[in-house]
């Protein structure tokens, strides 16, 4: 029983020489940031948004709403740490103090970054204009997640500075354990770098018309990993980015311009003036066609084939989507043969003349045989046939 009221006299005699003035002043700090906290975010923070919104530009706007959740976790952060510098606690102690404080500042600076990369666009549209004239919906993904993921790598490395962990040794950890994971994972980074230089290059975007050793369609997507191609027949293939990487791409989508290119063969019988009436007519046609570009038409006589004469045309179409050119690469066809028609010409089959010798017997004496009469060399062609 003695022994209890000793440790109740004691106790009661530490909590009287307590520094009761100190720990009143760290009890009105503390509820002081509280009630600043509370108007900054029912009012301060609304007056200065109205404010920002007035600015020629959204960076400052944009920068408000990506810190205003870290700066309110701040602020009672602060109010907090103010709180017990005016606690009698040992000089010794208030260096770990002071860390968490400077970390947690850290925190809250990578934490509005990280906001500020994830919802604004501003500086993707800054960079891609300086890239090509408007956004990339293929670079601003790929530029948001690699920003957002050097923030989070320089926010660790600052705080892990802070507790005087040595940096040097972590980053030649991370060489040695990024060697092994390299070895372990070569098909990964093989696509990932693939992706970059997808993205860096910049061959194809989405919505592209692309054609490759592997796979012709529609882009739909672009990921670290994979392309996912919409094809013709509306299946989606996904190709490792490290494939394109390797592969010629073609990006019809690119064009300015559509090619109709084919060849007409007519027959032998046909006389050279109708040839050239045929030739001139097809080329002032196209030339007349408002679906044709005009910067290069050729329709000429392209050679002597085996059983005709082949006219070879060569022309783009100012359309370059799919079925509008099929249908002018229709219309062309139709009114060529129209022009055959007209002027009487014939299109050409394949064919093979076979030309007999009525009288054989000269060459049969050249070849050192007896001639035959006429009705012997008959009666042995049918006895052969």
Known sequence: MDYIMDYIYNAWDWFLHLPWVDIGIAVVIFLLFFVFRKLFTTYIFKIIMRFA??????????????????????????????AILYLPIPREDLGVIH???????????????????SASSTIYDRISRKIEDGADSMLIPFLSKLLR?????????????????????FIAGLGLG???????????????????????????????????????????DISFRSTKVRTFEDSLVTVPNRTLAHEAITNWSE???????????????????KLERVVQRIEDMLYNDEDIDKELIIVRLDELAASSYDIFLYFFTKTTAWVEWYNVKQQMILEVIRILEEEDVQVAFPSRSLYMEKNAAPFKEALGERPLSDDAAKSKIDTES
């Not at 993921?149 to 040794?169: H, K, M, P, Q, R």
Request: charged share 15%; with cysteine; aromatic share 16%.
């Open 99 to 117: 860390t968490i404080y400077r970390s947690v500042i850290s925190i809250c600076i990578g934490w509005g970054l990280f906001n500020y990369v």
């Open 53 to 82: 919104k007035k600015s020629p530009t959204d960076l400052f706007t944009n920068l408000l709403v990506a810190f205003e959740k870290p700066i309110r976790f701040f602020i009672g952060i602060l109010g907090i740490y103010l």
């Open 255 to 273: 064009m300015d311009k559509r090619l109709i290119s084919f060849t007409i063969g007519v027959e032998y019988k046909t006389s050279r003036e």
């Open 178 to 220: 990024g060697l092994a994971f390299a070895l372990a994972a070569q098909d990964t980074l093989s696509n990932f770098f693939g992706g970059v230089i997808i993205v860096t290059e910049r061959p194809f975007k989405n919505g592209d018309w692309i054609q490759t050793p592997t796979v012709e369609g529609i882009v739909e």
């Open 149 to 169: 993921f050097i923030i989070v790598a320089l926010t660790i490395t600052v705080i892990a500075y802070e507790w005087n962990y040595d940096i040097n040794g």
